[in-house]
């Protein structure tokens, strides 16, 4: 069983900054990539930002230049810097892992951080 466990998220007024970090437990895994995705009232979830296992990163076009988006691969860890912030950006916000087997992938997933951008 692997856990991704979302944290950081709160209330931030435009302008602002707030640091997210996602925590992975359960038995010894890596994942080729990890990400963050973000589901607003009443939209479908997108994404944000990637990471691969050997640095490569994608961004979500209205984030470039204000998020930032790393991982420690030692310890599964993804963290999202996010600068910047527009009310827009308010939603909820997911972790996602994918491990690698011998014959596809498998996803797993945060319970979701609330982010609020808000005066």
């Known amino acids: 069983h692997v856990q991704l466990v979302e944290s950081g998220g709160g209330l931030v007024q435009p302008g602002g900054s707030l640091r997210l970090s996602c925590a992975a437990s359960?038995?010894?895994?890596?994942?080729?990539?990890m990400g963050w995705y973000r589901q607003a009232p009443g939209k479908q979830r997108e994404l944000v930002a990637t990471?691969?296992?050997?640095?490569?990163?994608n961004y979500e076009d209205s984030v470039k230049g204000r998020f930032a988006i790393s991982r420690d691969n030692a310890k599964n860890t993804a963290y999202l810097q996010m600068n910047s912030l527009k009310p827009e950006d308010t939603a909820v916000y997911f972790c996602?892992?994918?491990?690698?087997?011998?014959?596809?992938?498998?996803?797993?997933w945060g319970q979701g951080t609330q982010v609020t951008v808000s005066s």
């Open positions: 996602n892992g994918r491990i690698s087997y011998a014959l596809g992938y498998k996803d797993y």
């Open positions: 990471i691969t296992s050997g640095g490569g990163t």
């Open positions: 359960g038995s010894a895994f890596s994942f080729v990539a």
